[in-house]
């Protein structure tokens, strides 16, 4: 019977244990975090050239962070890092301007980013023809 509780009270003693530890892990995280809900955040600026690893800053009354973010290095760039756009196939070739366009639709807004709701982007026209016979070739002939 006294193994009984003596098990039982150290069970206990476990549990409250436990307790504690997850009680102190959520009052660092809000130690670290901020109490303000209305941060407002700036663009993302790289730390060299116009893309890469970067910083965004943001203020909330009076106070202030820097988070650490990343400029995407291809031709969306234009449109922002923080604007996501949904894209259309691309259109025909136009032979009065030699370009291929399609349009992109808002799909998400990263840290009250303003973007456009629709966009437009345009490419040379390929001037190769693309064939079939081209991937086959060479294969069978061991």
Known sequence: M???????????????????AGKNKKEKAKKD????????????V????DCGLGYREGTCK?????LKCKIPCNWKKKFGADCKYKFESWGGCSAQTGLKTRSGILKKALYNAQCEETVYVTKPC???IKSKSKAKKGKGKD
């Open 2 to 20: 006294q193994a009984r509780s003596l098990l039982l009270l150290l069970a206990l003693i476990l549990v409250a244990a436990a307790a504690e």
């Open 33 to 44: 975090g901020s109490k303000c809900e209305d941060w407002r955040w700036g663009p993302c």
């Open 46 to 49: 790289p730390n060299s050239k």
């Open 62 to 66: 009076d106070e202030s962070k820097k």
């Open 126 to 128: 390929s001037s190769k």
